[in-house]
Each structure stands twice: as C-alpha cells, then as structure tokens.
C-alpha cells in the first residue's frame, strides 16, 4: 500500500518555481523520502531524497516538516522539459530495500 | 558506463504462454530491483535480487512468477502461463549496493502486452 499521497496534477509557468507537496503521515523513523519523475513513461528518473533534513542538490531542494509527515519538492526554475509525473516516494531499507511508489502528480510547465 | 539495460523493450504474448524479461544491471551493481507499472497507475516493488540470492519477494505475485540473479548474466524475470492481467510495464532497477546512500537506476522498462 501507498505511503504517501501527492495531487494528482498541477501546472507551472515556465521560469517559475513548481513546488510539489506531498504528505507521508505513516513513514517510519528509518524511512526515507525519494522523489523520482517519470518522462513519457521512461524509467524512473532520480531527483533528491532525505531523511529529516531539508536537501538540496542541483536538480531540486527538498523541505521536510519537523513532524516528518509531509514535504515539499521544489524545482528552482521550471522549463518546458521538467513536464513529467513526479512520484514521491518513500524507501524502505530495514530488513529490505525497496521504493514504496504513490499515485504521483503530473506537472504540466507551460510557456 | 552504460545504464541499466532491459531486453525486450516490447514483448507481446498470447494467453497461456511463457514471458522471459531481462535486465543487465549497470557495471559494478550487485543489487537488482523489479517493478511493475499497470497503465496510469505508479509502480509497485515486485522483488530485490542480490547475487544468487533472493532478498525480498513480497510484491511477486505467489503463482507464474518468479526471479533469479545468477551469478553470471543478467537478471531474469520470469512469468508463466501469462494472463491479460500481466499485461504492464516491468521496469528493473540497480544500485551498487541497498541503503539510502546509493541510488536506485532505473532501466527503459519492458512493456509486455497479452493478448
């Protein structure tokens, strides 16, 4: 079952920063947060991931609530090739390793 | 460093056959991962493979399918007497080694139709 739950879809203006939300309520303290895309149903992209601690790399940054229970994605400055489903997305390591997919949200950038 | 690669890209069968999905995982990686994607939804975590050894099956399907990761070659997912329900993409993903330090690559995806 999911452990996360994100908007089904959102739209950005491109040059604008799209900041995708993405509540986890039930993660574990040794779970982490992953966010993927997926580009024309291409395999999985990875974007950032973190544990408690906001991140950032040079693809995004990522702000995690001290709770854990949510987070928010963002891409500094959008552009047309960012349009994707963006998957958030948590990890599973203790015992196992595996990537816990949500429903994803479809970001349409737009000129 | 090539990436992941996944053979067939395309796979088409009739019910009641056998399906064989391969993956060559990147250089170096000794971790292997499946997925599956059924059409608009996101992907579900079938089975994490090391070499020789199967780590975690909980998302197979208990019947038709299964997984190896022999010591030599590529991954293969194997699906029997295949079902219009198997119909998906199989993606396979591989990291050098588990934990959230090294990231999970994902190859193109195997998309199998059943007809």
């Known amino acids: 079952d999911a452990k996360t739950t994100q908007p089904t879809s959102m739209d950005c203006a491109e040059g604008r920063a799209a900041n995708l939300p993405c509540n986890h309520s039930?993660?574990?303290?040794?779970?982490?947060v992953y966010w993927y895309r997926q580009i024309h149903s291409q395999g999985p992209q990875y974007i950032i991931h973190?544990?408690?601690n906001n991140e950032t790399n040079e693809m995004a940054s990522l702000i995690i609530t001290e709770d854990r229970k949510s987070s928010t994605m963002i891409l500094p400055h959008a552009t047309l090739r960012d349009t994707a489903v963006y998957y958030c997305?948590?990890?599973?390591?203790?015992?196992?390793?595996?990537?816990?997919f949500g429903t994803g949200t479809r970001l349409q950038v737009f000129p | 460093n090539a990436g992941v690669m996944q053979n067939p890209r395309h796979l088409v069968r009739r019910r009641g056959q056998e399906a064989r999905l391969r993956c060559s995982p990147m250089?170096?990686?000794?971790?292997v991962y499946w997925y599956r994607q059924l059409p608009e939804e996101g992907l579900k975590f079938m089975v994490y493979?090391?070499?020789?050894?199967?780590?975690?099956e909980s998302g197979m399907p208990k019947e038709r399918f299964s997984a190896e990761f022999p010591k030599e070659g590529p991954s293969i997912l194997r699906i029997q007497q295949v079902v219009r329900g198997d119909s998906a993409a199989y993606f396979c993903?591989?990291?050098?080694?588990?934990?959230?330090?090294?990231?999970?690559?994902f190859g193109p995806g195997t998309r199998l139709t059943v007809t």
């Open positions: 993903a591989s990291s050098p080694n588990a934990g959230s330090t090294y990231e999970q690559y």
């Open positions: 039930t993660i574990s303290g040794n779970e982490y």
């Open positions: 973190g544990l408690k």
């Open positions: 997305i948590v990890r599973v390591v203790w015992n196992t390793d595996k990537l816990i």
């Open positions: 250089k170096g990686h000794s971790h």
């Open positions: 493979l090391q070499k020789e050894n199967i780590i975690d």
